[in-house]
């Protein structure tokens, strides 16, 4: 059991920790120009991919959303590996 949630923390802390600050610069942050700045330099590649595809969005669901799932897919490598290396 124990090694169960050793291997779901990170999966759900990063993109938990994100979301929750995603949402503290939107509400908390009047600066539009500034606003996402430093958001969009942790959500680089997700910034390459969506702009790679030419799709426009709002900042909101950009980073909020793909960010956030960025970072889910960043904790899910990170559990498999860990759980490869506590087996072995």
Do not use: N
């Not at 779901?8 to 938990?16: F, K, N, T």
């Not at 969009?40 to 790679?52: H, T």
């Not at 900042?59 to 087996?87: C, D, H, N, Q, R």
């Amino acid at each position: 059991m124990k090694e169960d949630t050793d291997s779901l923390l990170p999966l759900l802390i990063l993109p938990g920790i994100h979301f929750v600050l995603c949402l503290a610069t939107d509400v908390f942050i009047r600066d539009e120009g500034f606003k996402w700045f430093m958001i969009g330099i942790i959500d680089f590649p997700v910034f390459l991919g969506v702009a790679a595809l030419g799709i426009t969005l709002t900042p909101v669901v950009e980073y909020t959303i793909l960010g956030t799932l960025w970072w889910f897919s960043i904790g899910a490598v990170y559990s498999f590996f860990y759980k490869k290396i506590v087996e072995s």
